[in-house]
């Protein structure tokens, strides 16, 4: 694969993970700001806060990754797959961030909390037919 391609491709993976997890990020801030006590405040800061560690580690490997492709102007063979754990360590996360949008209707309310959790389903399947999907072309 040409550089140029390696490049766009790390840089627009890190991107969507620091995206996510500065929202992960976020909603740590704000049920620790609410100062909820209970499990389940607790266990949805979590389940963000693991899932913000997760993204947090997926952009420090694609930095990596991409600098030291641009840094030797070659693809890495040897990076490959760190590249490849560090994206399923980004899906895992948002796997979390999603259950753990699903639990924060619950802190609120059950109407909420269902309403949630629908939610949050529905985008887990279409992420995970994606996936899929997109695995499938290289099986």
């Avoid at 979590?46 to 492709?69: C, D, E, P, Q, R």
């Avoid at 619950?106 to 994606?130: K, Q």
């Amino acid at each position: 694969m040409p550089v140029e391609n390696i490049l766009q491709e790390v840089n627009q993976i890190a991107t969507l993970a620091g995206i996510l997890a500065g929202f992960a990020f976020s909603a740590v801030v704000q049920l620790l700001a609410s100062d909820r006590p209970g499990k389940l405040p607790t266990i949805t800061i979590v389940i963000f806060t693991l899932s913000t560690l997760m993204f947090l580690f997926t952009i420090f490997a694609f930095v990596m990754i991409g600098a030291a492709t641009a840094e030797l102007n070659q693809e890495i063979k040897e990076l490959d797959s760190l590249g490849g754990w560090a994206f399923m360590i980004a899906f895992f996360g948002l796997i979390l961030f999603l259950f753990g949008v699903g639990l924060t209707g619950w802190i609120r309310s059950t109407v909420t909390g269902i309403a949630t959790s629908i939610f949050s389903l529905l985008t887990f399947c279409l992420s995970l037919w994606v996936f899929a999907s997109v695995i499938s072309i290289f099986i």
